[in-house]
């Protein structure tokens, strides 16, 4: 697992590097970190999808590549007000992250939501073939060179794979739906990095109260709230969501529009009776879901 381990981690790397470019709560943990002589281990990050039949999309479109090199699905969690579905998935070694991954079930919305999200979708660009899937899982194999394109090829992916949207479809999309419409403008990147709170490795930041407490005065937006008590298995939390500009057609025209993106979330897994909860708990997720809402 040594070459699909170290493929994994160039690729995280790679979406950290284009995330934290956006997100300046995440630089802020970073220097926070720094600043106490902390330790970052990512405990899990997160993408969205369309669930859509015709053009094929949804979890599979983004756990496929992942499987092939070692992930697996650990974890089913249904969402019926939201019209979501989630899996997460475990990583093949300790040292990668776990993966959140949902998707949004089209078929239950109006028939103009429906067909919003389904005429993204269908123009959605292809994505890893038969054969690359075969490549990432016979890794050790190629040769550095082709390991280098596909892991280009891959990374390449992780944004809209879809044309601008109409601004107005934006907007009709999201009085149904919010994440709907953050995926109709996003679509799969990254929607959140987390923290291990437990691996800070430090005692300024040894719990959830005190690394939201030093986020809050280096100045980041935080949730208000913890989700989950001290004590239980676990606890999570996050900054507000960044606004950054986002392309648009309106007319014939192309514009950049502000809407929320992504925000960095914290978790702690406590050690209880000699182990640490892997999995994930549905209310907590409902409520961190909303926190791309716009206000």
């Known amino acids: 697992m040594i070459a699909q381990t170290a493929f994994l981690e160039r690729l995280f790397d790679w979406l950290w590097k284009e995330y ?9 943990y970073e220097d926070i970190l720094k600043e106490h002589g902390g330790t970052f281990r990512n405990d899990h990050l997160a993408f969205r999808t369309f669930a859509a039949q015709e053009r094929w999309s949804g979890i599979a479109s983004i756990a496929r590549p992942f499987e092939a090199l070692g992930y697996r699905a650990a974890g089913a969690y249904d969402f019926p007000d939201k019209h979501l579905t989630s899996l997460h998935f475990a990583p093949p070694s300790e ?11 089209v078929w239950e919305l109006s028939p103009r ?31 550095a060179r082709k390991r280098d394109k596909l892991l280009r090829r891959w990374a390449a992916q992780f944004g809209r794979r879809w044309p601008a949207p109409k601004a107005a479809d ?6 149904e739906t919010q994440f709907g419409a953050w995926v109709l403008l996003h679509g ?3 929607n959140h990095f987390t923290a291990a709170v437990h691996a800070h490795g430090v005692s300024a930041l040894d719990d959830i109260e005190k690394t ?14 913890i989700e989950g008590d001290p004590g239980t298995k676990l606890r999570q939390s996050s900054t507000q969501a960044v ?16 809407w929320t993106y992504a925000y960095f979330e914290i978790a702690e897994r406590p050690m209880l009776d000699g ?16 926190m791309t809402r716009r206000s």
Do not use: C, Y
């Open 212 to 225: 939201v407490a030093a986020m809050k005065k280096a100045g980041v937006p935080m949730k208000p709230d």
């Open 113 to 143: 939501a429906r067909r919003i999200a389904l005429a993204a979708a269908a123009k959605a660009e292809p994505g890893l073939s038969d054969e690359e899937l075969a490549g990432l899982s016979d890794l050790p194999r190629l040769p």
């Open 188 to 190: 799969h990147t990254v």
């Open 95 to 105: 040292n990668l992250p776990r993966l959140f991954v949902s998707e949004l079930r």
């Open 170 to 175: 934006a907007l009709a999309l999201e009085k």
């Open 20 to 28: 934290r470019d956006r997100v300046s709560h995440a630089r802020a």
């Open 275 to 290: 182990r640490r909860f892997e999995g994930f708990l549905g209310g907590q997720a409902t409520n961190l879901f909303e």
């Open 243 to 258: 606004v950054i500009p986002v392309e648009m057609r309106s007319g014939a025209r192309l514009v950049r529009k502000p």
